[in-house]
């Protein structure tokens, strides 16, 4: 099946091997993982400012969320412009992907979150918060918003590749982006290949891509904080199991279950992210 997918190296002739060769014909269940992008140096990709990216959009946030006269630029920087199709990415257009987290949601997580005492520079170097603290913000959609505050870097990657293989770009197309210094979403003209039914495209670094995070509330969950409280609740050969710990601490809880505990247990004790963190080799 593999090799009858209409791939960008079965159409250009492109030299080397630090990008993913992506189907040109439907999105690859793939997500961009912010917590790698410093983790390796590939040739034409900026990684320290796309990192710099997600932090100065979760540093800008931050800062306005508990602002009343800061409320409208918030509402704009969280209306992010979702899925780029360019990238063929995620899941493919048109398959439902649920209902996502208002701007109440959204507003309220952010604020629950700066309101904790976990130390702001993990919450703005972080942004896998966003993923395993807010209700109706899955995988998927926090992918869409790393490909939107890096799509710069993506562009001059897929740039780079293209015109250090000699293939010239003739094609101009309009990508959204988050412009630092006027703080909101902005457009730009950039050149862009083109697939034979002339829909442009962007590449990828390979080593950005995964097929699951290693973060995620349910890990976050078991891992660390009922880790803990088992521990804690242990009284000699009594030891409870974690399912039953969760079920007892959740019983008051109706809606999102899972987020809300886990931030109600941060709340309790901050330490737990950080451990998590450094769990997951993140800190």
């Not at 009594?238 to 899972?258: L, M």
Request: proline share 4%.
């Amino acid at each position: 099946m593999e090799q009858n997918m209409n791939k960008v190296s079965q159409n250009f002739s492109l030299a080397g091997s630090d990008w993913y060769d992506i189907s040109l014909d439907t999105d690859q269940k793939l997500f961009i993982d912010p917590a790698v992008l410093l983790k390796r140096k590939v040739k034409g990709f900026d990684g320290k400012g796309a990192f710099a990216m997600v932090v100065d959009y979760m540093t800008s946030i931050y800062s306005k969320v508990d602002d009343p006269s800061k409320e409208k630029q918030l509402n704009q920087l969280l209306v992010f412009p979702h899925e780029i199709n360019e990238t063929r990415l995620g899941y493919s257009n048109g398959k439902a992907q649920g209902k996502g987290p208002s701007l109440t949601i959204l507003k309220r997580s952010f604020k629950q979150l700066k309101q904790s005492s976990i130390p702001n520079d993990l919450l703005t170097r972080r942004p896998q918060t966003m993923m395993i603290f807010t209700p109706n913000f899955d995988a998927d959609r926090f992918s869409d918003l790393v490909t939107n505050l890096i799509v710069l870097q993506l562009v001059k990657f897929t740039q780079y590749v293209f015109e250090s293989s000699g293939v010239k770009l003739q094609h101009e197309a309009t990508i959204n982006y988050f412009d630092v210094g006027s703080d909101k979403w902005a457009t730009k003209t950039v050149s862009l290949p083109v697939d034979s039914n002339d829909r442009p495209f962007i590449l990828c670094p390979k080593f950005i891509l995964s097929e699951k995070y290693s973060f995620s509330v349910g890990t976050y969950i078991w891992r660390v904080i009922l880790t803990v409280r088992q521990a804690a609740l242990t009284e000699g050969k009594n030891v409870p199991t974690k399912k039953e710990i969760y079920e007892k601490d959740t019983s008051g809880i109706h809606k999102d279950i899972a987020k809300t505990y886990a931030l109600q247990e941060t709340f309790k004790d901050p330490l737990y992210f950080r451990e998590y963190l450094e769990l997951l080799g993140l800190q």
